[in-house]
């Protein structure tokens, strides 16, 4: 019989038919916005970190494994705007242990947003930004606004594209919720034309996009 690793989490997503993950947890990080704090340490679910930001900036490499809860007060800058996660460094995979009914990012309009720029603006916030490759699994990511440039087909703004997601490395997506976001350009996801943008087996809805010429996500690859 094959012995698994003493430190190792099982995850079964909350619908059936999905295959269990198996994931040696040693030196993984765990975030919640509910119970954690960042004065733990991140090494279990007891010991959580609050913030995505302070259990990113601990690892260039691993899996941060985030807790039920609303994700609304993290604001990160960069230069596609604000955003609620940033991945900026290594490869990173967040799983929401507890799946995507209960593991929401929420990100919010430009409360200054001009009339005609449905909530988009500079003061507005995407729920996630990458520099980096990642990978997302089990999350709602929903009220991303971008800011109100658009650019063109050709040459895009960044800061106007991709209100639940924009990233510049390759990003994967899977079994997520993807709702209610609202951009210039490539409402949902949006990655860049040398990288890849995957989405596997999520759910796009109510995604709002202010210009005709473009639509909810802007990729590579669908299944």
Same mark, same amino acid.
């Given at each position: ?18 295959? %269990? ?9 765990? /975030?919640?916005? =509910?119970?954690?704090?960042? !004065?733990?340490? $991140? ?26 809860? =609303? &994700?609304s007060n993290? =604001? ?14 290594? &490869?990173? *995979? ?34 996630? &930004? ?9 999350? @709602? %990511?929903?009220?991303? +606004?971008?800011?109100?440039? $658009?650019?063109?087909?050709? /040459? ?9 997601? &924009? ?20 409402a949902a =996801?949006? $990655? @860049?034309?040398k990288c890849?943008? @995957?989405? +596997?087996?999520? *759910?796009?809805?109510?995604? *709002?996009?202010?210009?005709? !010429?473009?639509?909810?996500? *802007? ?5």
């Amino acid at each position: 019989m094959p012995k698994w690793p003493e430190e190792t989490l099982w995850l079964a997503p909350p619908e059936n038919g999905h295959a %269990l993950l198996q994931i040696e947890t040693a030196g993984f990080k765990w /975030v919640d916005c =509910v119970n954690g704090s960042d !004065d733990n340490d $991140g090494a279990t679910r007891e010991t959580a970190y609050k913030t995505f930001a302070k259990a990113h900036a601990t690892m260039n490499y691993g899996t941060i494994f985030v807790c039920p809860g =609303v &994700y609304s007060n993290e =604001v990160h800058e960069s230069d596609a705007g604000k955003c609620r996660f940033a991945f900026t460094s290594g &490869y990173t *995979r967040a799983i929401a242990v507890e799946g995507p009914e209960k593991t929401i990012i929420l990100g919010a309009p430009d409360p200054e947003a001009e009339a005609d720029k449905d909530g988009c603006g500079p003061n507005a916030v995407r729920c996630v &930004y990458g520099t980096a490759n990642f990978s997302m699994q089990g999350f @709602t %990511l929903t009220g991303g +606004y971008t800011g109100a440039a $658009g650019g063109t087909v050709t /040459v895009p703004n960044v800061s106007g594209c991709g209100g639940a997601a &924009y990233g510049t490395g390759t990003s994967i997506f899977r079994d997520c919720i993807i709702t209610n976001n609202h951009a210039r350009r490539a409402a949902a =996801v949006y $990655g @860049t034309p040398k990288c890849y943008a @995957t989405l +596997y087996n999520c *759910r796009i809805s109510g995604n *709002r996009t202010a210009l005709n !010429d473009d639509g909810a996500v *802007r990729g590579r690859r669908l299944v």
